[in-house]
């Protein structure tokens, strides 16, 4: 691990059970990245998102996380999609305020100081105006903006996002790569899973490029150049 990695993966095998998905990933994010993490259905994408996470166990290899100030650092996670029970008649803000249960601890009461951190990301987010509403009323793009700021107040090192754009109109995409935008500027690191080329060249600096079975790293103006898509995917991209 170089000084500047904040995270290391080191021929490390993903899956699920016995079966093996990824093999052999040798990956380093840097402190300030913002990498997107590409690939086909299947590829492995989720998977090692969520291996990363610690939700899916490594069949193999190691993931070393650089230290913040002496401890681990704290990963935020913002999953494609957030689905509640419609019988709990939950707020946008009671949604964010939930990422204040793992310091507060279960069945405690959440102190004013929390709150008001759940008040300033969904301010960060530019949800405020939702905070009353019920989070299953929600269009896609507000969820998605109110799942980053339940993310943003667990306080996180490192940001984590499944897929945040997808099945978005172009103007609820906007909306949530300038909220993404904002806190990597901030100095927040992110790992996004992203499908959408334009997307990606627009916001992210590196991509990491799953493919038959294979992790390809590099800054994007190398790995989605025309020539580098074509013979990556074996296929005539017309861009």
Known sequence: MSDQSFLTLTDLSVGYGRKVILSGVNVELEMR???????????????????????????????????????????????QREAFDTTFLLSSFEVVVMAACGRVGAGRRIPKAEKQRARECLAQTGTSDLAAR???????????????????????????????????????????????????????????????LPVVRRYAQTVIWLHNGEALQGPVADLLSRDRIEEVLKIETGA
């Not at 299953?136 to 998605?144: A, D, N």
């Not at 754009?165 to 609820?172: I, R």
């Open 33 to 79: 990245s913002f990498t997107a993490l590409l690939g086909p259905n299947g590829s492995g994408k989720s998977t090692l998102l969520k291996t990363i996470l610690g939700i899916t166990p490594p069949l193999a290899g190691k993931i070393r996380f650089s230290p913040i100030q002496g401890r681990e650092p704290v990963l935020g996670y913002v999953p």
């Open 134 to 196: 019920r989070f299953s009323e929600l269009s896609g793009g507000q969820k998605q903006r109110v799942l980053i700021a339940r993310a943003l107040a667990t306080k996180p090192d490192f940001l984590l996002l499944d897929e945040p754009t997808s099945g978005l109109d172009a103007g609820a995409v906007q909306l949530v790569m300038d909220v993404l935008k904002t806190v990597h500027s901030a100095g927040l690191p992110i790992l996004m899973v992203n499908h959408d």
